[in-house]
């Protein structure tokens, strides 16, 4: 099972709000012309707020002229190159007004060229110190690249193959390798960015890849009077549409549960970080999902009237009771470290039984039973007898009841193989009990 089955939607939801607030979080000291500063989102804001007095009122005009046509593009321009006209108007605007020595900060000289192949220098004595980095940047890398591709392809309604998005993290890191690069991931304010721009196919990255080759190899002293702040105002815009309140509205409204996973994704983003944000909302809910297979409901049943079904009684008491019967379904597998509170709920249930003669156990939705179940359901069996009390299983599918068979349950409670019912467990137990008052009173 790949790693990228445990980040549901849910997580999904909660961790692109996250991300688009720590994103945003880092762009905007970029727009007021302050220093950054912080080691997450609430650092980084409460010094952001402390330092709102020293704004730069030249970089904050061209931050907020850049984010006015970059909206404004895309409401009336849709499709249209609008971030890359703003780039170039940003730089013919800072190189004729020389805002660089006016004080905005601009992106400065680039090293021109392309980085040539070289043999990585790692040495086989190396590996064993870098062996536990390595593994920890593969999968940060592998996390935050699925979580960008799932984010967009929920986005625009496809879906991804996580085997896939790993070959080539693979092979792009196998590359980065040779060019003394460093390790490669799907950014996620990048991958918005490049949405946001219209990329429809893989082929946009090879055209992307091509153009900064062309830039690296010709054109690096033309960017070097882009201002930083009209390249923050890009990604603010690019990431706004993460924050999706809709899907948090229905999260509340549909699921409390689910709400608080999403919360718990948001604010391991602010707290920890993208990557670390993620893997702690994968936690959360892997530990709530344990605690609730832990104490599965057990349904105590009563027949629906008019029908031979039966159904939970409590929340159906018009059910009709069966007395000297008990009916229990166990809402869940039988696992080591539930059958204990199964057990317990059980026997809660039988001390509140007067005159039992009969308890029938549905295993209808029990999907999965271990050896320590097995071992339960035998030792009540036992338990009950010392009592004078029939035990039955019925409905157990095929796995658990091959387990059953194996751990030899069915030679002490007899057949419960797929034809037999709790209709037809309850008839057997009339007709065993008629056979038996006839042989104790013949007429």
């Known amino acids: 099972m790949a790693p990228l089955s445990f980040i549901s939607e849910t997580i999904l939801t909660g961790f692109k709000a996250g991300a688009a607030l720590t994103i945003g979080m880092t762009q905007l000291p970029k727009l007021f012309g302050v220093p950054a500063s912080g080691d997450n989102f609430f650092a980084q804001a409460w010094h952001l707020i402390g330092e709102l007095g020293q704004t730069d009122g030249l970089v904050l005009t061209l931050g907020l002229g850049a984010l006015a046509l970059l909206i404004g593009g895309e409401r009336f321009l849709p499709g249209r190159p609008i971030a890359l006209a703003v780039v170039l108007l940003a730089i013919v605007i800072s ?138 105002a890009i990604v603010l815009v690019a990431v706004r549409g993460l924050f999706d309140v809709g899907a948090l509205r229905r999260l509340w409204r549909i699921s409390r549960f689910e709400f608080a996973i999403a919360m718990v994704a948001l604010v391991g983003v602010l707290l920890l970080g993208i990557l670390k944000g993620v893997l702690l909302a994968v936690i959360a809910s892997l530990l709530v999902l344990l605690a609730a297979v832990a104490r599965p409901h057990v349904a105590i049943l009563g027949r629906i009237p008019g029908t031979r079904r039966f159904s939970d009684l409590e929340r159906h008491p018009d059910n009709e009771r069966t007395p000297g019967v008990l009916i229990f379904r166990v809402e869940g597998s039988l696992l080591y470290f539930n059958v204990e509170h199964v057990r317990d709920e059980v026997w809660r249930r039988v001390a509140g039984e007067p005159d039992l003669r009969l308890v029938v156990c549905d295993l209808a939705n029990a999907p999965h039973v271990d050896l320590a179940g097995a071992a339960m359901l035998t030792k009540l ?63």
Do not use: W
């Open 95 to 232: 190189g004729s007004m020389s805002l660089g020595e006016r004080g905005v900060s601009i992106v400065g000289e680039l090293p021109a060229g392309l980085p040539s192949i070289t043999r990585p220098s790692l040495r086989a004595r190396d590996v064993d110190g870098v062996l536990a980095l390595a593994a920890a940047c593969f999968l940060l890398s592998y996390v935050e690249s699925v979580s960008a591709a799932r984010t967009l392809a929920a986005r625009h309604g496809y879906a991804i193959n996580p085997r896939q998005e790993l070959l080539g993290l693979g092979l792009a890191n196998l590359g980065a390798a040779l060019f003394q690069g460093f390790p490669v991931a799907g950014g996620l304010s990048q991958s918005a960015v490049n949405d946001k721009a219209g990329a429809k196919t893989p082929l946009a990255l090879v055209i992307a890849s091509a153009v900064i080759a062309i830039c690296l190899l010709f054109l690096t002293g033309l960017l070097r009077n882009l201002p930083n702040v009209v390249l923050a």
């Open 381 to 443: 069996s036992e338990e009950l007898d010392e009592r004078g009390v029939r035990f039955r299983v019925v409905e157990a599918r095929s796995k658990p009841r091959d387990l059953l068979r194996a751990a030899g349950l069915e030679e002490r409670v007899g057949y419960f193989g797929r034809h037999i019912s709790v209709d037809q467990a309850l008839a057997e137990c009339v007709d065993q009990e008629s056979i038996r008052s006839a042989k104790e009173h013949p007429e």
